[in-house]
């Protein structure tokens, strides 16, 4: 069953805006990951928060985790047309599989 | 990270047909797991599976439907039995970790 749920399902902006996508989740967890996925292709793994970290940095990407409100967010800044993809994040305890939210859609228009 | 690869990446099959779908990992894993992605929609899981026993099942998925080999730890394989047009779907391998999880590129299934 789907543990998260994105905010919004779908986003669009103009390219060089910043792009924030929301997830929250139900269940104590280990771990947070987000990835994105081109249309029909395979998923890219962005980035990994632990339960004990409240942001990351990965290039433009920053990812915030908010344990005790069970959710986190994705922030994109000065986005790309290329950034276009939907993007999921995905929750586990130790070594039990993801799982997954919904995803939201986002179209950056050049 | 590990690499991951699919076979076949993509197939259009006829319904009633079955289609195996092969997973390789270039190091050795002790639990790989089978996703589905059908369209428009997020992964769900399909089953667990660990080397030397059989695969673990998520509800809403029966092994006659969805047969999986694991002869090793570096390769798994997902069949999908008696297909009709619902299973039109990508199908995702992904070997278990602790930390990051990484996918292989899928495999876009179509039945006709």
């Known amino acids: 069953s789907q543990q998260g749920e994105e905010d919004p399902q779908a986003l669009s902006i103009q390219e060089g805006e910043n792009a924030t996508m929301n997830c929250s989740y139900k269940?104590?967890?280990?771990?947070l990951q987000w990835y994105r996925q081109n249309s029909g292709r395979g998923l890219v793994h962005l980035i990994l928060?632990?339960?004990?970290?409240r942001e990351k940095h990965s290039g433009r990407l920053r990812v915030t985790l908010d344990t005790s409100k069970k959710s986190s967010s994705l922030l994109i800044t000065a986005s790309r047309a290329a950034d276009t993809a939907s993007y999921f994040c995905?929750?586990?305890?130790?070594?039990?599989?993801?799982?997954f939210g919904k995803g939201t859609r986002l179209s950056v228009i050049a | 990270s590990a690499v991951i690869s699919q076979k076949p990446s993509r197939d259009i099959c006829q319904r009633g047909t079955s289609l195996t779908i092969q997973c390789q990992v270039d190091?050795?894993?002790?639990?790989m797991f089978w996703y589905r992605q059908q369209p428009g929609q997020s992964l769900t899981l399909i089953a667990t599976?660990?080397?030397?026993?059989?695969?673990?099942?998520e509800s809403g998925f029966v092994i006659d439907k969805f047969p999986i080999s694991r002869p090793n730890l570096t390769f798994s394989t997902l069949t999908v039995s008696n297909m009709s047009p619902e299973d039109s779907s990508i199908y995702l391998c992904?070997?278990?970790?602790?930390?990051?999880?990484?996918f292989g590129p899928g495999t876009r299934l179509t039945v006709l």
């Open positions: 995905a929750t586990n305890t130790g070594n039990t599989p993801l799982v």
């Open positions: 269940t104590s967890i280990n771990n």
């Open positions: 928060i632990r339960s004990n970290e």
């Open positions: 190091s050795q894993v002790t639990m």
């Open positions: 599976a660990n080397q030397g026993s059989e695969a673990t099942y």
């Open positions: 992904s070997p278990g970790s602790g930390h990051e999880q990484f």
